[in-house]
């Protein structure tokens, strides 16, 4: 392990050396990168060590950092060298300028104040029924006896649930247009990711289509704005869009553009994480029978710790997002080495979690874990950490609980082959590559 160090450097950078690393070329690193990342930053820690450099598109010069001291410096590191929204920047083109995941220090932190009431304690509890009838009316089609894919279904699923937090909305035309086309932005591939940052890809074929779908999908966010502005019940309304426009001052009040890149954002960022935390649960869990009867009466008995415990465990061994990202503004010293400016360094989440200085027998699945105070925010991250941390987290942990009660109380899992399905990189997530398949009967 190496002495924990994150900070500004105080004049001595050159006295210091720089992260170890691979010297291949920058084109193979991204696409190993891109394609292989759950692999390849697990083979480079086992290589180098905790902190290591390399090299991809666009970003170009990354530091991993998987020691829980550093990571934990980091996310404690001041705004104003850490920038996470320059980060992301590769999510600009369809969250925009404003969105609190692409923006930094003060703008940031009038955005994330204005989107945090929606989604503290009061409000949360406020939508698990809404979230448990979802749930019911999807699971209620599963199809007994037949392997289907259950990513599939919980794609459907979150998408509706996010639909009516963000809007709170049900039904319309203009909805299920929405429902439409914001179907297909949110349905994007690492393939889809280039052409949003390459303005001659977006006049053809499948990344002209992305284009399209994303300015209709635009039309139909401001001129849901526009009505809400003036909804008669716009006061009693509780979804975040609704929120959104009674919050601020009159000096400050979000823009339209503003308030569209929020919910993009929050679409987004909601939607598909939260269906593959779903996929990967019964992935495990119909492949671990017993953890699976203790799941199904923790569902009986209403023990939402050991349901809580299978979501997290699951996102612990099958992390959805495998690391996040800080640019830096100046250079810093990191485990004894020299960061320049203008590197990403990232926290890696999925080498943290499935290392075995973190975790006893990190490869096998077992909820318990965190009932029996072996886990810790030191190495359970899955949501990042810090002033960045995810804003979502709380409702995600509430969604998928009160879907695997709704699944556990009804029916039993199988998987359809006993091999384990492959990690599939999926833009920014990882999903089970056959999309969780499974066979079900009625309990
Ligand atoms: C299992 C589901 C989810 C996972 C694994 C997940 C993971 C993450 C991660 C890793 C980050 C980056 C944190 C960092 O940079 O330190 C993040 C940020 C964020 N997430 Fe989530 N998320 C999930 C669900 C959600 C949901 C349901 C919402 C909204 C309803 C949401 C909204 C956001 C937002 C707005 C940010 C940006 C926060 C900021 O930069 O201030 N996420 N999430």
Same mark, same amino acid.
């Given at each position: 392990?190496?002495?924990?160090?994150?900070?500004?450097?105080?004049?001595?950078?050159?006295?210091?050396?720089?992260?170890?690393?691979?010297?291949?070329?920058?084109?193979?690193?991204?696409?190993?990168?891109?394609?292989?990342?759950?692999?390849?930053?697990?083979? %480079?820690?086992?290589?180098?060590?905790?902190?290591?450099?390399?090299?991809?598109?666009?970003?170009?010069?990354?530091?991993?950092?998987?020691?829980?001291?550093?990571?934990?410096?980091?996310?404690?590191?001041?705004?104003?060298?850490?920038?996470?929204?320059?980060?992301?920047?590769?999510?600009?083109?369809?969250?925009?300028?404003?969105?609190? %995941?692409?923006?930094?220090?003060?703008?940031?932190?009038?955005?994330? &104040?204005?989107?945090?009431?929606?989604?503290?304690?009061? &409000?949360?509890?406020?939508?698990?029924?809404?979230?448990?009838?979802? &749930?019911?009316?999807?699971?209620?089609?599963?199809?007994?006896?037949?392997?289907?894919?259950?990513?599939?279904?919980?794609?459907?699923?979150?998408?509706?649930?996010?639909?009516?937090?963000? %809007?709170?909305?049900?039904?319309?035309?203009?909805?299920?247009?929405?429902?439409?086309?914001?179907?297909?932005?949110?349905?994007?591939?690492?393939?889809?990711?280039?052409?949003?940052?390459?303005?001659?890809?977006?006049?053809?074929?499948?990344?002209?289509?992305?284009?399209?779908?994303?300015?209709?999908?635009?039309?139909?966010?401001?001129?849901?704005?526009?009505?809400?502005?003036?909804?008669?019940?716009?006061?009693?309304?509780?979804?975040?869009?609704?929120?959104?426009?009674?919050?601020?001052?009159?000096?400050?009040?979000?823009?339209?553009?503003?308030?569209?890149?929020?919910?993009?954002?929050?679409?987004?960022?909601?939607?598909?994480?939260?269906?593959?935390?779903?996929?990967?649960?019964?992935?495990?869990?119909?492949?671990?029978?017993?953890?699976?009867?203790?799941?199904?009466?923790?569902?009986?008995?209403?023990?939402?710790?050991?349901?809580?415990?299978?979501?997290?465990?699951?996102?612990?061994?099958?992390?959805?997002?495998?690391?996040?990202?800080?640019?830096?503004?100046?250079?810093?010293?990191?485990?004894?080495?020299?960061?320049?400016?203008?590197?990403?360094?990232?926290?890696?989440?999925?080498?943290?979690?499935?290392?075995?200085?973190?975790?006893?027998?990190?490869?096998?699945?077992?909820?318990?874990?965190?009932?029996?105070?072996?886990?810790?925010?030191?190495?359970?991250?899955?949501?990042?950490?810090?002033?960045?941390?995810?804003?979502?987290?709380?409702?995600? %942990?509430?969604?998928?609980?009160?879907?695997?009660?709704?699944?556990?109380?009804?029916?039993?899992? &199988?998987?359809?082959?006993?091999?384990?399905?492959?990690?599939?990189?999926?833009?920014?997530?990882?999903?089970?590559?056959?999309?969780?398949?499974?066979?079900?009967?009625?309990?």
């Amino acid at each position: 392990m190496t002495a924990s160090t994150l900070r500004p450097q105080d004049g001595q950078a050159g006295q210091l050396p720089t992260p170890p690393g691979p010297r291949v070329p920058i084109a193979l690193q991204s696409v190993l990168f891109a394609t292989q990342r759950h692999r390849l930053l697990r083979l %480079l820690h086992r290589r180098y060590g905790s902190v290591f450099a390399f090299q991809v598109f666009p970003e170009r010069d990354v530091v991993s950092i998987s020691d829980p001291n550093d990571i934990k410096e980091l996310f404690a590191g001041p705004v104003t060298t850490f920038h996470a929204g320059e980060g992301n920047q590769i999510l600009k083109p369809v969250m925009g300028e404003h969105s609190v %995941l692409t923006t930094d220090e003060d703008e940031h932190r009038r955005i994330r &104040a204005l989107l945090t009431p929606p989604f503290t304690g009061a &409000a949360l509890r406020g939508y698990r029924a809404m979230v448990a009838d979802i &749930a019911e009316q999807e699971v209620a089609r599963w199809p007994i006896g037949r392997p289907f894919r259950s990513h599939t279904s919980m794609q459907r699923l979150t998408f509706e649930v996010i639909l009516r937090v963000v %809007l709170g909305v049900s039904d319309g035309p203009r909805l299920d247009e929405l429902r439409r086309t914001l179907g297909g932005v949110i349905d994007i591939s690492s393939l889809d990711i280039f052409g949003w940052h390459n303005a001659r890809m977006q006049r053809v074929g499948r990344w002209r289509r992305n284009r399209e779908l994303l300015l209709r999908s635009d039309e139909l966010l401001y001129a849901e704005i526009a009505d809400r502005r003036v909804a008669p019940d716009l006061a009693e309304r509780t979804d975040v869009l609704s929120r959104l426009l009674q919050a601020g001052t009159e000096e400050d009040v979000l823009t339209d553009a503003e308030l569209r890149d929020q919910l993009v954002t929050l679409l987004l960022a909601g939607h598909e994480t939260t269906a593959t935390a779903l996929a990967w649960c019964w992935h495990e869990l119909s492949r671990s029978p017993e953890t699976q009867a203790a799941a199904a009466k923790a569902a009986d008995d209403a023990d939402d710790r050991y349901l809580e415990a299978v979501a997290k465990e699951a996102m612990r061994l099958r992390p959805v997002i495998y690391e996040v990202a800080r640019r830096t503004t100046e250079p810093v010293t990191v485990g004894g080495f020299h960061v320049p400016a203008g590197t990403t360094v990232m926290p890696a989440i999925g080498v943290v979690q499935t290392d075995p200085a973190q975790h006893d027998d990190p490869e096998t699945f077992r909820p318990e874990r965190f009932l029996d105070g072996s886990t810790s925010t030191r190495n359970w991250l899955p949501f990042g950490g810090g002033v960045r941390r995810c804003l979502g987290a709380g409702f995600a %942990l509430m969604e998928v609980t009160e879907v695997l009660r709704a699944v556990l109380g009804r029916y039993q899992l &199988a998987p359809d082959r006993t091999r384990r399905e492959q990690v599939k990189p999926r833009n920014i997530t990882f999903t089970p590559a056959r999309g969780a398949r499974v066979i079900i009967t009625n309990r």
